[in-house]
């Protein structure tokens, strides 16, 4: 199989020591590899593109948690909304208000993570610190009612580099904004999860306070 085991049992045991939860990034890895970690015990998986995700949802197993990690369009959110766990990249307002209406044509509530920009690279989506600070506050008054969402979190890509001095700038900033937001918690919002850390970072954000990372090509090998 092309899973990588040792490593999986390796960054699991890791993610557990640190109370984390570990999601298993399968975008353009077929539904073979998904399954052969699902046998392992794995049940949470990120993917990044709508239709992948949707195809591959239905040709496995019903009890896995779906989280999608990459940038969705506000008019492809109907596709997930049936069955997503938690959509994690959740980078405008416009896009928030988009899933609490399909969530609620679907009788369902839906959970979100902010995407928070902390990179220098110019290329990656999110909010800035401000931006997430004063939306979190405008749901957590009630400006802004959301029923069929709940808020769970915030997420980061952190910037692409072996610099591990950035690298523990960016993660700090990240605990930091969400450390500040913990605090506020209404129905729809209670932020529990600080998703940041992948292949090439996880530890030092376990290190540095992240509840939940995201490791594709460290189980799966690279991608094509
Ligand atoms: C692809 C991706 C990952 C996983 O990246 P690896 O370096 O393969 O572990 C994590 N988070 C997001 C948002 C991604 O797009």
Known sequence: MSVNEQHYKAILAKT???????????????????????????RDFGENYVQELVEKQA????DIRWHFIGHLQSNK??????????????????????IDKQAGKNDRVIDCLL??????????FGFDGAEVTALI?????GALVLPNIQVKGVMAMASF??????????????????????????PNLKLETLS?????DYELA????????????LLFGART
């Open 59 to 62: 040709q496995l197993p019903p």
């Open 115 to 124: 995407q928070v920009h902390i990179a220098q690279e110019e290329t990656k």
């Open 196 to 200: 940041m850390g992948m292949s090439g």
């Open 77 to 98: 959110v109907k596709y997930m909304a049936p069955f997503v766990h938690l959509i994690q990249g959740v980078d405008s307002e416009k896009l928030l208000i988009e």
């Open 16 to 42: 557990k020591a640190a109370g984390a939860t570990l999601v298993a990034v399968s975008k353009l890895k077929p539904v073979s590899d998904i399954k052969a970690l699902y046998d392992l015990g794995q």
């Open 206 to 217: 376990l290190e540095y306070g992240s509840t939940m990372i995201r490791v594709g090509s």
């Open 161 to 186: 580099t072996e610099d591990a001095n950035k690298l523990k700038q960016e993660f700090t900033a990240m605990k930091t904004i969400f450390e500040r937001n913990a605090k506020s918690e209404t």
């Open 137 to 141: 506050d405008r749901i957590g008054s």
